[in-house]
């Protein structure tokens, strides 16, 4: 067994930002990582996923990303290859291979047991973040439809689906964006399917104005003032250019959802009916934390109540990551960094 400050759990871009932070200040602390090699979520996206920001605004604390060659929107591969170099670059200690099962109380200190060890912290930051955990509705026929179906993190090309009927579900960026992926190869019958019309951010919106939003509307929310909605009164959908070249071109337009499924499609409101041989749920994800089941923390809709990324019920835990209710865009590169700092600062506090 080995004791440390701090426990980090999770090695993406969350718990890299967190090891950055502690390390500034002067904490004992250790990363463990679930993932073979570094570069965590990012390393098994699909192939054309692009991020929103140009590479000087999708960067880590003390290292700015690179930018990529003839593009302005880095690529999935590129930010894997940034992540392990900022690994490398700081001398993180992140043990990959290292799942954390659980983690439990034990007197004045918590017990992270992992694949490759247990460990007693005084502290323990879960980073861990969505991804492993995508999310499927609960729609009426899914058992039954005899086709292929697979979520955001399944899905890879459109050479998987060549000559295919493909049903898209979801009206957010993931769905829009593998749509227009499908579409503009030109070789599968794309049909883009949402509860609501989508709705695209104007063009000269990207994940810069993103942050800044998201950051303004959590001032306003923690100084009482009114919620306007932040990015919501602007829309869902960041129009990158492979989104544009397909809406523009008449490719990517939406149906309502459909009523059920049926054993080799769909069937419509209006009760006609079409067939269908892969459908694609991108549907979004759940904060993966069932490592922390063992504390009993959870609260309405799955999350842990927090104050900051600290959690009501045990002050010696942090989540980091997650979405806006555990900081202002801190599941994005560029919104990490923040939150990372103060949860550092806090548990240097505490300690």
């Given at each position: ?11 993406g871009?969350?718990g890299l ?7 500034r200040?002067?904490?004992d602390?250790?990363v463990?990582d679930?993932?073979a090699?570094?570069g ?30 003839g593009?302005?929107?880095?690529g ?21 291979g290292?799942?954390?099962?659980a ?5 004045d200190r918590?017990m992270?047991e992992a ?11 879960s980073?861990?973040?969505?991804w ?10 899914r ?9 955001t ?11 295919q009927r493909?049903?898209?579900v ?10 227009a992926?499908l ?11 949402s509860?609501r019309?989508?709705?695209f ?12 939003i998201?950051?303004a ?23 990158v250019?492979p989104?544009?070249?397909a809406?523009d ?9 459909f ?9 419509w ?8 041989d892969a459908?694609?749920?991108c ?29 009501l019920?045990?002050?010696r835990?942090?989540?980091?990551g ?22 550092a ?7």
């Amino acid at each position: 067994m080995s004791s440390t400050d701090v426990v980090v759990i999770g090695g993406g871009q969350a718990g890299l930002a967190a090891g950055y932070h502690l390390r500034r200040q002067g904490l004992d602390f250790v990363v463990l990582d679930a993932g073979a090699v570094p570069g965590g979520a990012w390393q098994h996206t699909w192939d054309s996923l692009h991020l929103f920001s140009p590479a000087a605004y999708s960067s880590l604390p003390g290292r700015l990303m690179p930018t990529q060659a003839g593009e302005i929107y880095p690529g999935a591969g590129h930010v894997v290859d940034y992540l392990a170099d900022y690994e490398k670059r700081y001398d993180l200690p992140v043990q990959h291979g290292s799942r954390v099962n659980a983690v439990r109380r034990d007197t004045d200190r918590l017990m992270v047991e992992a694949d490759s060890g247990t460990w007693r912290a005084r502290t323990v930051i879960s980073a861990t973040g969505t991804w492993s955990r995508p999310f499927l509705p609960a729609v009426p026929g899914r058992s039954t439809f005899t086709g292929r179906q697979l979520h955001t993190v399944n899905y890879r090309s459109p050479t998987d689906f060549a000559e295919q009927r493909v049903i898209v579900v979801g009206g957010g960026n993931s769905g829009a964006q593998i749509a227009a992926d499908l579409a503009l190869d030109g070789h599968v019958e794309v049909t883009w399917v949402s509860q609501r019309p989508p709705r695209f951010l104007p063009e000269d919106i990207d994940g810069r104005a993103l942050f800044d939003i998201a950051t303004a509307r959590r001032r306003d929310l923690d100084a009482g003032r009114d919620d306007t909605g932040g990015v919501a009164s602007l829309g869902d959908i960041v129009a990158v250019p492979p989104l544009r070249t397909a809406r523009d071109a008449g490719l990517l337009t939406t149906k309502p959802m459909f009523a059920e499924l049926t054993a080799t499609g769909v069937r419509w409101a209006d009760g006609s009916q079409s067939d269908a041989d892969a459908v694609i749920w991108c549907t979004g994800f759940r904060p993966a934390l069932s490592h922390l089941a063992a504390l009993n923390l959870r609260g309405p809709r799955g999350h842990i109540p927090t104050d900051g990324t600290r959690a009501l019920g045990e002050p010696r835990l942090h989540l980091l990551g997650y979405g806006d209710w555990t900081g202002p865009a801190s599941a994005t590169l560029i919104g990490v960094g923040r939150t990372a700092r103060d949860t550092a600062r806090a548990i240097a506090q505490l300690l």
